[in-house]
């Protein structure tokens, strides 16, 4: 799983990005529950305001690579082949979905992406956001050209 943070606006607009590799940091479990527990559906209601920050939060599933134990894994959210046989077969099927304890460990499939106001960077958000910020170091862009008008 990849998390990319950028940060735009403020007086100077200049763009901050942030880019982690979740799989890759030794405490990627802790990564996955905190992804989990983001609302990305539901994002908190607040004003645009001129001159202040403005934040975008993108996570993408990795890509799979060959012989990766996550490129045969079912989608959590997925039906599952074996779910209408109960008797008989016990495999690697059975075991890889066995307690939910798991789930952590299993990052989610599906992209997620939100763009928030400084005044919405709370809760879960803001908790990624500065754990993102305090795994990786920020890269520079330049602020965009104004629009003509």
Known sequence: MDV???????????????????????????????IEEIPWDD????????????????????EPTAGSPKTDAPRADAPRADAPQTGGQTGDASTADAPHTDAPQTPPQAAAEVTLAERQL?????ELVDRVRQTTEPQREAPRAPRAR
């Open 4 to 34: 990319f943070v950028a940060r735009s606006g403020g007086l100077a607009g200049i763009r901050l990005t942030w880019h982690v590799r979740v799989d890759e940091q030794p405490d990627a479990a802790d990564w996955f529950v905190l």
């Open 43 to 62: 994002v908190p209601d607040a004003p645009a305001e001129p001159d202040r920050f403005t934040w975008d939060i993108r996570c993408e599933p990795a």
């Open 122 to 126: 709370t809760g879960p958000w803001r």
